[in-house]
Each structure stands twice: as structure tokens, then as C-alpha cells.
């Protein structure tokens, strides 16, 4: 289930988003980037629907997902 941005605090929001970070490890190219510059990043893709906050009711967490993942995953919606 997807969570609509403007249904989530500031802060929770930002804390989600660092917490994905952390535990992706995402490659930023040659340059690393802050943390602030990576959670702002995120947070774009987010605003721009690039990527979707969602729910996992059968794993009871949420999490950040592109959205074309989110969309193929749709059809088997057992996973999320």
C-alpha cells in the first residue's frame, strides 16, 4: 500500500528515508555524497513519484521503493 507523502510527519519522513539509506547503501557515483544531500535526493525522487513510500502489511514494515518496482510488484500482491 502506498503512503501518501502529506500523511507522514516532517521528521518521521526524514527518519524513514535515512534509515533506507542506511541499509541500501546506495552508489552515488564518483563523488559521495552527505547524508543531508543524499536524504534530500531521496526525498526528490519521492515528491517527483520516481520512488513511493509503501506499507508491507505481510512484513508489517514501510519502505522506498521505485515506483516502476512498486508497480511490477502490484501484481503480486501478496508480496506488499
Not at 544531500?37 to 513519484?49: D, H, N, P, Y
Amino acid at each position: 500500500m502506498i503512503i501518501p507523502l502529506d500523511a507522514v510527519d516532517t521528521e518521521t519522513l526524514h527518519n524513514i528515508i535515512e534509515a533506507f539509506i542506511l541499509r541500501e547503501g546506495t552508489d552515488y557515483g564518483e563523488q559521495e555524497a552527505t547524508m543531508l544531500e543524499k536524504i534530500a535526493m531521496v526525498k526528490l525522487q519521492l515528491q517527483q513519484g520516481k520512488a513511493v513510500l509503501v506499507y508491507s502489511e505481510l512484513h508489517q514494515n514501510v519502505n522506498i521503493l521505485p515506483a516502476k518496482q512498486f508497480n511490477q510488484a502490484a501484481a503480486t500482491p501478496e508480496d506488499y
